[in-house]
């Protein structure tokens, strides 16, 4: 069977200019990133240092827990831009993708809401302060961070079988019955799934050690002293060192070990023959390295870990963008999305643009609300 007889063929018109989807998809998933990063890998590092760090790691993690329901609502409502305009403009391997693993996708609701009441019942003994935390909270606490691991891994899954239609016939053939999908196709098979799985965790933690700089320097007002911050900047300095070793193990695992010599030909081109996609595979790479090095050698001030903060979401974007332009790569065999018709309706767009201002207010503020809170270490402290 030609994978692409499985791409619906019928164009129905893009609401939107491909431009205007692409660009707010990725600046969509940019934003989403950096509460998803905290809730990827912060919420298990914060567990851990709670519960078995010592007095300042304690602090940290009593503080990320304790902001974690905020930062689950914020990054939950933030998914939803990438998500909306991925279905606008990419419905026709978005749904086909979601089908063959309907279940599993599925699951992730069922993951998702469990997940949210043990960050708050872990939160609210933090908040409490609790001498000695409930099992039952830790054990809470814990499964929350196995959940949504378990939605990276599903969210991965669905997206790169979006991205591999050349696997669809096999997924379909062997999870079908009578021509009908059953649903419970998994992506395993896919040589890119488990590399950018763990990609996506080394950048995580590279978000968590920048959040602990810009939490010590911007949102703890006079709540901890000075030895809690020279704690901070050596912790952030050993998380973000994981972090990128971690991504540089990862991202070299998926480029040359899981791309296909298509698609490395063509990130790897060179100016001289077209646009210079290799700027999008090298900038990715070596771009960790600018938050590192400030972190490193920049000085434990507010400026320096604002520029830190600052130069991770750099990091999140880049990475975003080069993401975006080898999906349309791997698609193109099969569905070229610049190909289709533009059917611009104006007044949505509009009103899509005046909605996501306000809400990036409404963020704002709920950070600013988080500023307020004057956190005191835990009582059981020694």
């Known amino acids: ?13 893009t609401p939107a200019p491909i431009w205007f989807v692409q660009l707010f998809k990725v600046l969509g998933f940019t934003l989403h990133a950096v509460p998803m990063n905290l809730w990827y890998a912060g919420l298990p590092v914060a567990l851990w240092l709670h519960l078995r760090g010592g007095e300042h790691g304690r602090r940290f993690g009593g503080r990320l827990l304790r902001q974690m329901p905020v930062i689950v609502a914020v990054g939950v409502n933030l998914g939803i831009v990438p998500l909306l305009f991925m279905q606008l403009a990419y419905y026709k391997v978005f749904y086909p993708a979601t089908i063959l693993m309907a279940w599993s996708w599925l699951a992730i609701i069922a993951l998702l809401i469990p997940a949210y009441y043990g960050v708050y019942a872990y939160a609210w003994g933090c908040k409490n302060d609790e001498k000695e935390m409930p099992f039952w909270r830790v054990a809470a606490g814990w499964c929350a961070a196995v959940f949504f691991l378990a939605i990276g891994f599903l969210f991965v899954n669905g997206f790169s079988l979006m991205d591999h239609v050349d696997r669809w016939p096999e997924l379909w053939r062997d999870h079908s019955m ?46 901890v002293g000075e030895d809690y911050r020279r704690w901070a900047w050596g912790f952030a300095k050993k998380l973000y060192t994981v972090g990128l070793l971690w991504f540089a193990a990862a991202g070299s695992w998926y480029v040359f070990g899981s791309w296909s010599a298509e698609l490395r030909d063509s990130m790897f081109s060179w100016p001289l023959m077209g646009w210079p996609l290799v700027a999008l595979t090298v900038l990715p790479a070596l771009s960790p390295g ?6 490193l050698f920049g000085g434990r001030t507010r ?22 332009v080898v999906q349309n790569l791997n698609l193109k065999p099969y569905w070229d999305v610049y190909s289709q018709p533009v059917d611009v309706q104006w007044g949505p767009l509009a009103m899509f643009l005046v909605v996501l201002v306000i809400g990036l207010g409404v963020v704002g503020w709920m950070i600013a609300q988080i500023r307020k809170c004057d956190f005191a270490p835990p009582s059981n402290v020694p």
């Not at 619906?8 to 018109?13: M, Q, V, Y």
């Open 178 to 223: 009578a021509g009908a999908a059953l649903g419970t196709a998994l992506n395993l098979g896919d040589a890119t799934l488990w590399p950018r799985w763990l990609l996506m965790l080394g950048l995580a933690l590279q978000t968590t050690a920048a959040w602990l700089l810009f939490d010590a320097e911007w949102l703890t007002g006079n709540s």
């Open 290 to 295: 600018l938050p590192w090095l400030l972190i």
């Open 1 to 13: 069977m030609d994978p692409a007889m499985l791409v619906e063929r019928a164009a129905a018109g």
């Open 303 to 324: 400026a320096i870990a604002a520029l830190v903060a600052l130069g991770q979401f750099g990091v999140l974007g880049v990475n975003a963008v080069s993401r975006q």
